[in-house]
């Protein structure tokens, strides 16, 4: 609120209809320091409990983005149509530490050739299981896996001999199997490297939803 202007004595107050209040009598203005004086103690607690919840939510909020949900963006096009280049999407980092990772999720993990770089691809194969792909077909334990997420555009005709899961690691893919350097190329990976699953797009607005 702008200062009152040095010299002013009195003040002309619009009513709500538009109207003007007319100044009150000679001992108007104990009355308004009074009043005044009231307000302002009355403001300073609601101003700290607002300040208090929003450094509460802010703390929330970083905690979230820290420990549990983080905002990330696709950057290639690896993963599409289920994922495209600069899509954004988030991140939790603290699911597996509930529930084990599964056939079919779509994990972010450190890339093993380069930890300072970071993939994402889906799970395909588990520990132990055998992992086939005869002219772009993908066999899991010798049974035909069904990849609704790869539509024939985004296939390719490569095989790759049969190979067994080892412990404690994951077979991945790209489901832009012509554009993807996956576990066809860089081997299984590791549980450890693995740290986050892509849950929900947030951009462009058209692909707000659940990653699946």
Same mark, same amino acid.
């Given at each position: 609120?702008?200062?009152? &202007? ?16 007319? &100044? ?56 599409? $149509?289920?994922?495209? /280049? ?24 450190? @890339? $093993?050739? /380069? ?13 132990? /299981? ?11 334990? /010798?049974?035909?896996?069904?990849? @609704? @997420? ?15 899961? &080892?412990p404690n690691c994951y ?23 693995? @740290? ?7 951009? $462009? ?8």
């Open positions: 609120m702008p200062d009152t &202007p040095p010299g002013s004595s009195s003040v002309r107050l619009t009513g709500a209809d538009g109207s003007v209040l007319s &100044p009150a009598v000679a001992d108007a203005p104990s009355l308004a320091s009074s009043s005044t004086s009231a307000s302002s103690q009355r403001a300073r607690p609601g101003f700290g409990i607002w300040v208090r919840d929003l450094l509460i939510s802010l703390a929330i909020s970083a905690f979230i983005i820290v420990f549990i949900y983080q905002p990330v963006k696709v950057e290639g096009v690896s993963m599409m $149509p289920s994922l495209e /280049d600069q899509e954004r999407i988030f991140v939790n980092k603290f699911v597996y530490r509930l529930e084990p990772i599964e056939r079919g999720d779509v994990v972010v993990f450190r @890339y $093993p050739r /380069d930890p300072s770089k970071s993939y994402i691809k889906r799970v395909i194969g588990m520990a132990g /299981d055998h992992i086939r792909i005869d002219g772009g077909l993908v066999y899991v334990n /010798d049974e035909l896996l069904d990849e @609704y @997420y790869v539509p024939a555009a985004y296939a390719d005709a490569r095989s790759f001999p049969d190979t067994v899961v &080892p077979f991945v893919l790209g489901d832009h199997r012509s554009m993807s350097s996956d576990s066809r190329e860089f081997g299984p990976v590791n549980r450890s490297f693995i @740290y986050g699953k892509a849950v929900f797009g947030y951009w $462009p607005m058209e692909k707000v939803g659940r990653v699946r």
